[in-house]
């Protein structure tokens, strides 16, 4: 496929857009504490508009001084930071993509410690459970805050934007204006359709009158808000209407939900691209004005169908621009395994945003480090050992930085651990993360050494300068009697298609690899049972990823048992305590299955130190963690030699 659709241009207003791919406002906390954008910031824009993407949208931005919701939000209720957002919006322009930047005030999400000043909405409906009530915003505050968003895209227009995009999604706060669900206001915002579209119409009246009809002016929707009472997609067909005949927008920006369901806002691995499609397609059908569309989007194929059916005009592809910002480049030159997919892990994207951290990516930690990338001084010879993820990072790296590298590898295989992750349901899309990164080391020219262990005798003959030990984890086995006599199979070894199973299974720990382990084993039909030392299965696993983990449960009737202790192993079952003191036994299955934790395997560094000048050790090697860990520390390594 050449993806023709997605590599035409698009008129928006004033506007015009050279391709369909768009970098969705996403928070990085790269920008500066006092509101202005960095050096980072510049970097990372620019790397995505370098890499082929025709709209950049700057985050979400903070247009009222009382409202700032992070400590690295950029801002722009001050004169003060336009410079800064004309560093990155030159950087993106010399690059030829087109600017946008969302203009929000985050309602009942703002942080009110970081703000200084009380949280409001439209009314006092706190957003989730742990937040607090906010207050009801006054008709006078409501208008400044109108005059704040002026004055915000004003500033964007003075920098170099192109376009403006007005946050009416998410249950921020002019969305708690247009649902019914948070919207019980009985004065000229409150009640019927026309008074709760007031907000936005009013913000949208006065940046137009600010800014002259001269830049483009969006608005980012939620195509429901999936929860009762909330917008329906009925509701959101109307909305979109009124802003495009009433308003006079140029374009709509469509996503979904509120923080009560963040799954439908940035979905697991489970979900795949194009899972609001439907709702998309129900608002383009009744407006004429362009519409853009986001939801899990990876690879380009669904997304060039959706505009060649008419059912969007431009694609976000919002998490898959931080796991690589060439997308758009490599999708027309046709290298696809060479694009590095988002896999969804909600590792170091969503979790480092809301803590005020600049985000990472397991996928790219070279995501808001783009400035770091430079070709070596001196070129090494370079020896890593291990093919999991960490090693396959610092061997593609060092060797696109200009080293000479040898990947050796024990097995017959790469990938390591994470290659037997993409097994359990859901989880395919790590498959082609596992292919991307060996693409790239033979792209990149490093030497694979397959069914090769590296010995004392093997290091000393291959002489390099530089050796880099990512040999990984093995699986937990703790002292526990009968664990070592009566044939429990270890849960990677099931997963490698080394064991099988009898049809009633129990398996033994419930983290993240146990209850995945479970759900596989579940979906094929086995009688399933796990046991958990803590309170809680899957405690280790993202909030987004273990709604579907428990829903696969129920679905499969796998029966649970939380706060145990295994105390004693046997053929058939095991014996536990529970907090309490007392001791039971759970007994009748045909195969018991091992998941209780990994430790770090690396039984080489101490020899190398008087063999090798440099010697590196990452990952899992130093103990076992997760795979955001491996791939940022192999950068690290990578670009240090």
């Given at each position: 496929?050449?993806?023709?659709?997605?590599?035409?241009?698009?008129?928006?207003?004033?506007?015009?857009?050279?391709n369909?791919?768009?970098?969705?406002?996403?928070?990085n906390?790269?920008?500066n504490?006092?509101?202005?954008?960095?050096?980072?910031?510049?970097?990372?824009?620019?790397?995505?508009a370098?890499?082929?993407?025709?709209?950049?949208?700057?985050?979400s931005?903070?247009v009222?001084?009382?409202?700032?919701?992070?400590?690295?939000?950029?801002?722009?209720?001050?004169?003060?930071?336009?410079?800064?957002?004309k560093?990155?919006?030159?950087?993106?322009?010399?690059?030829?993509?087109?600017?946008?930047v969302?203009?929000?005030?985050?309602?009942?999400?703002v942080?009110?410690?970081?703000?200084?000043?009380p949280?409001?909405?439209a009314?006092?409906?706190?957003?989730?459970?742990g937040?607090?009530?906010?207050?009801?915003?006054?008709t006078?505050?409501?208008?400044?805050?109108?005059?704040?968003?002026?004055?915000?895209?004003?500033?964007?227009?003075?920098?170099?934007?192109d376009?403006?995009?007005?946050?009416?999604?998410?249950?921020?706060?002019?969305?708690?204006?247009?649902?019914?669900?948070?919207?019980?206001?009985?004065?000229?915002?409150?009640?019927?359709?026309?008074?709760r579209?007031?907000?936005?119409?009013?913000?949208?009246?006065?940046?137009?009158?600010?800014t002259?009809?001269?830049?483009?002016i969006?608005?980012?929707i939620?195509?429901?808000?999936?929860?009762?009472?909330?917008?329906?997609?009925?509701?959101?067909t109307?909305?979109a209407?009124?802003?495009e005949?009433?308003?006079?927008?140029?374009?709509?920006?469509?996503s979904?939900?509120?923080?009560?369901?963040?799954e439908?806002?940035?979905?697991?691995t489970?979900i795949?691209?194009?899972?609001?499609?439907?709702?998309?397609s129900s608002?383009?059908?009744?407006?004429?004005?362009?519409?853009?569309?986001?939801?899990?989007?990876?690879?380009?194929?669904y997304?060039?169908?959706?505009?060649?059916?008419g059912?969007?005009?431009?694609?976000?592809?919002?998490?898959?621009?931080?796991?690589d910002?060439?997308?758009?480049?490599?999708?027309?030159?046709?290298?696809?395994?060479?694009?590095?997919?988002?896999?969804?892990?909600?590792?170091?994207?969503?979790?480092?945003?809301?803590q005020?951290?600049?985000i990472?990516?397991?996928a790219?930690?070279?995501l808001g480090?783009?400035?770091?990338?430079?070709?070596?001084?001196?070129?090494?010879?370079?020896?890593?050992i291990g093919?999991?993820?960490g090693g396959?990072?610092?061997?593609?790296?060092s060797?696109?930085?200009?080293?000479?590298?040898?990947?050796?590898?024990k097995?017959?295989?790469?990938?390591?651990q994470?290659?037997?992750?993409?097994?359990?349901?859901?989880?395919?899309?790590?498959?082609?993360?596992?292919r991307?990164f060996?693409?790239?080391?033979?792209?990149?020219?490093?030497k694979v050494?397959?069914?090769?262990e590296?010995?004392?005798?093997?290091?000393?003959e291959?002489?390099?300068?530089?050796?880099?030990?990512?040999?990984?984890?093995?699986?937990?086995?703790?002292?526990?009697?009968g664990?070592?006599?009566?044939?429990?199979?270890?849960a990677?070894?099931?997963?490698?298609?080394?064991?099988?199973?009898?049809?009633?299974?129990?398996?033994?720990?419930g983290?993240?690899?146990?209850?995945?382990t479970?759900?596989?084993?579940?979906?094929?039909?086995?009688?399933?049972?796990?046991?958990?030392?803590?309170?809680?299965?899957?405690?280790?696993?993202?909030?987004e990823?273990r709604?579907?983990?428990?829903?696969a449960?129920?679905?499969?009737?796998v029966?649970?048992?939380?706060g145990?202790?295994v105390?004693?192993?046997?053929?058939?079952g095991?014996?536990?305590?529970?907090?309490?003191?007392?001791?039971?036994?759970?007994?009748?299955?045909?195969?018991?299955?091992?998941?209780?934790?990994?430790?770090?395997?690396?039984?080489?560094s101490?020899?190398?130190?008087d063999?090798?000048?440099?010697?590196?050790?990452?990952?899992?090697?130093?103990?076992?963690r997760?795979?955001?860990n491996?791939t940022?520390?192999?950068?690290?390594?990578?670009?240090?030699?």
């Amino acid at each position: 496929m050449n993806f023709e659709n997605m590599f035409k241009p698009i008129q928006i207003g004033p506007m015009n857009v050279p391709n369909r791919f768009v970098v969705p406002p996403m928070g990085n906390n790269f920008a500066n504490t006092d509101g202005s954008l960095s050096e980072k910031s510049k970097n990372y824009y620019a790397a995505r508009a370098k890499g082929g993407f025709g709209l950049i949208t700057i985050e979400s931005t903070v247009v009222y001084y009382k409202s700032k919701g992070g400590p690295r939000k950029p801002c722009l209720f001050d004169d003060s930071v336009i410079d800064s957002f004309k560093n990155v919006i030159d950087a993106c322009h010399a690059e030829g993509a087109k600017v946008s930047v969302q203009l929000q005030h985050a309602g009942p999400d703002v942080n009110q410690s970081i703000a200084g000043y009380p949280i409001v909405a439209a009314s006092p409906i706190p957003s989730k459970d742990g937040h607090p009530t906010p207050q009801i915003l006054t008709t006078e505050e409501i208008y400044d805050i109108i005059e704040a968003y002026g004055d915000a895209a004003l500033r964007a227009m003075k920098a170099g934007i192109d376009a403006v995009e007005l946050h009416c999604a998410h249950g921020y706060l002019v969305s708690t204006f247009i649902s019914p669900r948070t919207n019980k206001r009985v004065d000229e915002f409150g009640g019927c359709f026309e008074n709760r579209m007031r907000l936005p119409r009013l913000i949208i009246e006065n940046i137009r009158k600010k800014t002259e009809g001269k830049i483009a002016i969006l608005a980012r929707i939620n195509a429901q808000d999936d929860v009762l009472g909330g917008l329906t997609v009925q509701d959101s067909t109307a909305v979109a209407v009124y802003l495009e005949e009433v308003c006079k927008i140029d374009a709509l920006h469509v996503s979904r939900a509120t923080h009560l369901n963040d799954e439908c806002m940035w979905a697991p691995t489970t979900i795949h691209g194009g899972f609001s499609s439907d709702l998309v397609s129900s608002i383009k059908e009744v407006v004429n004005i362009p519409v853009i569309t986001v939801g899990r989007f990876t690879e380009p194929q669904y997304a060039d169908v959706m505009v060649k059916q008419g059912r969007a005009d431009l694609v976000a592809f919002g998490r898959q621009s931080l796991a690589d910002p060439e997308t758009p480049n490599k999708s027309r030159d046709g290298k696809l395994e060479l694009m590095t997919p988002c896999i969804a892990c909600l590792q170091g994207c969503v979790p480092n945003m809301f803590q005020g951290k600049p985000i990472t990516c397991l996928a790219n930690p070279l995501l808001g480090r783009e400035g770091e990338l430079t070709m070596a001084k001196e070129s090494k010879n370079v020896l890593v050992i291990g093919g999991g993820v960490g090693g396959m990072q610092a061997a593609w790296v060092s060797a696109l930085r200009g080293h000479k590298v040898t990947l050796v590898e024990k097995s017959y295989t790469l990938g390591g651990q994470m290659r037997l992750a993409a097994y359990p349901p859901g989880k395919g899309d790590i498959t082609n993360l596992v292919r991307n990164f060996i693409a790239r080391c033979n792209e990149y020219g490093v030497k694979v050494l397959l069914n090769t262990e590296a010995t004392e005798e093997l290091v000393k003959e291959m002489n390099p300068d530089v050796c880099i030990v990512a040999t990984g984890a093995t699986p937990l086995i703790l002292p526990i009697p009968g664990i070592n006599d009566v044939g429990v199979i270890n849960a990677i070894d099931l997963l490698d298609g080394k064991k099988a199973c009898g049809t009633k299974v129990l398996v033994v720990g419930g983290g993240m690899v146990g209850a995945e382990t479970a759900e596989f084993l579940a979906e094929q039909e086995h009688e399933v049972s796990i046991i958990e030392f803590k309170d809680k299965i899957a405690g280790d696993v993202a909030k987004e990823h273990r709604k579907y983990i428990m829903e696969a449960f129920d679905r499969h009737n796998v029966e649970s048992i939380t706060g145990a202790k295994v105390a004693e192993f046997y053929t058939d079952g095991v014996k536990y305590e529970l907090a309490d003191g007392s001791v039971h036994e759970v007994r009748g299955f045909d195969s018991v299955v091992l998941a209780m934790g990994s430790r770090n395997y690396d039984p080489i560094s101490e020899s190398l130190k008087d063999i090798v000048k440099e010697t590196y050790v990452i990952g899992d090697a130093v103990r076992a963690r997760r795979a955001l860990n491996a791939t940022a520390e192999a950068l690290d390594v990578a670009l240090s030699i």
